[in-house]
């Protein structure tokens, strides 16, 4: 790892900051947002920002994108103000987001007219983990391809499975890692509100479910912010819950064209559709326990 190696980092919200800040540990980072607030926190980081996505990707070995869906990888990279073309030929594009395997083809042709490469590594851990360089990513791409991105993924994971040597090997697994948490969270939500529904303490019935044989990373790490649900506030927002309205809609698409019937994924995506049409898409996920449960019964 070298301080040559240029890492430009577009999006620098709850995960997009963490990372760069990472990075920025090791290697020469720029970063740029849309919105004015991120863009100072990056810089009380020691990031360098730019007020456009084209000039902060100008010059860099990689550009890593925390983007929202297909359509916004679309546009950061060949909209009106896209960075593709200002990418020096030899360059790979780093996707981290979870976006389906339906937008990799055309992206992968597109970018290839660059010279450039792209890097399907799909990651998940959450803001905290990747702050520490502890997030799983899962990365589908050619060995070459590879190892041009390796400065910045090294960084980043702690777990880093290589999926294939094609773009859109990592969307797929991710796929598959999406259903699993998208379920994990709805069912903990559903035996959380149950607790309460039984009169337990949920404090002491999350303790007691975490050491027990129905413990799973997602119970230990929304449990917590699911009993926040109701406070005034609600939990702190880490991950949005209409992030699996998108993501569970992947899921769909993808057993759908499998011929793959899935119905606990398509029962916790109804959950995560009600949230949305509730008015919680932008709380956070754990906020799936007001869809079963509107209210707090055991005070």
Do not use: W
């Not at 950061?76 to 020096?88: R, T």
């Not at 979870?98 to 890097?119: C, K």
């Not at 851990?125 to 360089?133: I, L, Q």
């Amino acid at each position: 790892m070298t301080s040559n190696y240029t890492v430009t980092v577009l999006g620098l919200g709850a995960m997009g900051l963490p990372m760069a800040t990472r990075l920025a540990s090791q290697l020469t980072v720029h970063g740029f947002d849309i919105a004015e607030p991120r863009l100072k926190l990056a810089q009380e980081a020691g990031i360098a920002t730019f007020t456009t996505a084209r000039e902060a990707a100008k010059g860099a070995n990689a550009v890593l994108l925390a983007v929202r869906n297909g359509e916004q990888l679309n546009d950061v990279l060949f909209g009106e103000n896209g960075v593709a073309s200002v990418l020096e030929p030899g360059a790979v594009v780093i996707l981290g987001s979870t976006v389906g395997t339906d937008a990799i083809p055309g992206t992968v042709a597109r970018l290839a007219e660059f010279g450039v490469d792209l890097v399907d590594a799909p990651l998940s851990g959450g803001p905290k983990r990747a702050g520490e360089g502890d997030l799983l990513i899962v990365v589908g791409a050619s060995p070459g391809v590879r190892e041009k991105a390796a400065p910045a993924l090294d960084l980043l994971a702690s777990t880093l499975t290589v999926v294939g040597d094609k773009p859109g090997d990592g969307q797929a697994l991710k796929t598959v890692n999406q259903l699993l948490c998208g379920v994990h969270i709805a069912a903990a939500a559903e035996a959380l509100a149950l607790a309460d529904a039984l009169g337990l303490d949920q404090a002491k019935t999350l303790a007691a479910l975490e050491a027990g044989a129905a413990g799973s990373f997602m119970l230990s790490n929304r449990g917590p912010r699911i009993l926040e649900a109701y406070d005034e506030e609600g939990a702190e927002v880490l991950s949005r819950l209409d992030i699996f309205v998108k993501d569970m809609g992947i899921v769909g698409k993808a057993t759908r064209a499998a011929g793959l019937a899935a119905p606990v994924a398509a029962a916790a995506e109804q959950l995560y559709l009600l949230g949305q049409a509730q008015g919680l898409a932008a709380a956070d996920d754990s906020a799936v326990i007001k869809v079963v449960a509107p209210a707090k019964r055991t005070k």
